[in-house]
Each structure stands twice: as C-alpha cells, then as structure tokens.
T-cell receptor, first 118, second 113 residues
Framework: GAVVSQHPSRVICKSGTSVKIECRSLDFQATTMFWYRQFPKQSLMLMATSNEGSKATYEQGVEKDKFLINHASLTLSTLTVTSAHPEDSSFYIC??????????????FGSGTRLTVV | GQNIDQPTEMTATEGAIVQINCTYQTSGFNGLFWYQQHAGEAPTFLSYNVLDGLEEKGRFSSFLSRSKGYSYLLLKELQMKDSASYLCAVRDEGGAAGNKLTFGGGTRVLVKP
C-alpha cells in the first residue's frame, strides 16, 4: 500500500534556528501534500497545501515566510520552520495524495515529527 | 468554511459499546472520514462515508446523514487498546479548495477495565 516516510520523527532545536522536515512518498507520486500542525490535546490544523511544482497555498493565519514549503518533485515535500521559537513546538504531520487518490481514499499520512524548540 | 463538532471526551467500560457523534456545517461536502490517533502518532484511517447510511467494518461502524450534517462512529466490544482519540474529518469538494480534509477537535475515549 501507499507509504509516506516522514523524517525526523523527533527534533530539538535552539530558538532562532531553522528546522527542515521531509516527507517522501515511497511507492506513489504525491501530486498534493498537506501539512498539518497539532498542539497537545488538540486536533490537526491544516497549515498549507502544496501541489508538485507550484507554490503552496497557506491557510489563514499561517505565515508563509516562516513555514517554507517546497514540493519540487512528485516524491518529496519539505517543510522548513525558520527562526523557530518555543511557541512553534508542536507535532507536524504531512499527508500525501496522488492523482488517482490511492491509499486510504487518497490520504496517506506520514508518521509525524515532534518539534521542540528550546 | 467548515465547522465540525464532536465531544471532547468519553469514558466507557471494556466490552461495552461507545458512540461518538460528529456534526458538521460545511460550505462543501465530499465525504466524511473517521481516524483513530494514539498520542504522539499519526492518524490511522478507520472509515469513509460519502453516501447516507451505515458502513460496517468489524467492530467499527460509521453512519452518515448528509441532510442532517451528522455522523457517528460506533465502537463495539471495546478493548483497552481502543483508548485513543477519534477524529472526524470532512473533505471539501476540491477545485480551488483542493480536496482538503478539515478535522474536528477529536474525541478522547478512555476505556476502563
């Protein structure tokens, strides 16, 4: 079945530094990638949607200059948290969709990245 | 926009049945998903409804009424491992919206012995 590999699973970084999170689709072409953020005991909040080769579409309230999304290939999308601050500490999850909507009705989730900014 | 409501927490006894309700008001609708999520892990797909009615899958069943903007997830023969958060998510109609999933706040289910 469809698999999305997300790395790193956990990262601790210093305030002011940048962190890159990668999501790779291993056996399908991810034409669309959704990036979510989840704070403790809360649900998934969509941050942005990216289509391969296009600029990402950000949800209202999400700073596009702070959360840089690159989706340059059909198998790799990255989220870079720039100038991270403690309030950016969260669980970040990607979800990939291919043109045919394979996987569990078209949405294959990565395993998530726990970001802690100290 | 999308507005999706589900209870925050529920407690049930091992072996019992629990029903988690989800109501939604959305600007577009193209299916409703239920996911299970254990703490610190990614969501796991449970069910998908796009037409009215009941979908049964082993111990889990999901129901949808589009006219009422209502769904429920039914968990039967509860096991301790079913203690988790259950997320209701609505898919929009695509196009400019991009087939996005909007999640409800999640329902934490605690199964007690």
């Amino acid at each position: 079945g469809a698999v999305v590999s997300q790395h790193p699973s956990r990262v601790i970084c210093k305030s002011g530094t940048s962190v890159k999170i990668e999501c790779r689709s291993l056996d399908f072409q991810a034409t669309t990638m959704f990036w979510y953020r989840q704070f403790p005991k809360q649900s998934l909040m969509l941050m942005a949607t990216s289509n391969e080769g296009s600029k990402a579409t950000y949800e209202q309230g999400v700073e596009k200059d702070k959360f840089l999304i690159n989706h340059a290939s059909l198998t790799l999308s990255t989220l870079t948290v720039t100038s991270a601050h403690p309030e950016d500490s969260s669980f970040y999850i990607c979800s990939a969709r291919d043109r045919l909507g394979q996987g569990t009705y078209g949405y294959t989730f990565g395993s998530g990245t726990r970001l802690t900014v100290v | 926009g999308q507005n999706i409501d589900q209870p925050t927490e529920m407690t049930a006894t091992e072996g019992a049945i629990v029903q988690i309700n989800c109501t939604y008001q959305t600007s577009g609708f193209n299916g409703l998903f239920w996911y299970q999520q254990h703490a610190g892990e990614a969501p796991t797909f449970l069910s998908y409804n796009v037409l009215d009615g009941l979908e049964e899958k082993g111990r889990f069943s999901s129901f949808l009424s589009r006219s009422k903007g209502y769904s429920y997830l039914l968990l039967k023969e509860l096991q301790m491992k079913d203690s988790a958060s259950y997320l209701c998510a609505v898919r929009d109609e695509g196009g400019a919206a991009g087939n996005k999933l909007t999640f409800g706040g999640g329902t934490r289910v605690l199964v007690k012995p």
